[in-house]
């Protein structure tokens, strides 16, 4: 089974607008935001908390993945140092 990589690209990107505009909004930083979802949502869920590592953002609070998977992996570059200091 092949992923939507367009698809869950997509749904990342929404998460990064609604994470922005809650900084702007409500001055909540992304520390302390804690990003989940089940299934597919967990899956994206983690693919924009390793994401934003990648890009050296700061990285959310937390990630819930309940019954989801590590998507389009093939696409992270994520250090060892990274992957174990993000909060999953």
Not at 20 to 37: A, C, F, H, W, Y
Not at 42 to 50: E, K, N, S
Not at 75 to 87: F, G, H, M, Q, R
């Amino acid at each position: 089974v092949k992923d939507d990589k367009e698809g869950k690209i997509k749904a990342a990107i929404q998460i990064e607008e609604t994470v922005e505009k809650l900084e702007k909004e409500m001055d909540i930083p992304p520390s302390r935001i804690v990003v989940g979802g089940f299934s597919q949502g967990g899956a994206v869920a983690l693919l924009t908390a390793y994401h934003r590592r990648t890009e050296g953002k700061v990285p959310f609070a937390g990630c819930v993945c309940l019954s989801g998977w590590l998507t389009l992996k093939e696409d992270l570059n994520v250090t060892e140092e990274v992957a174990k200091s993000t909060p999953l």
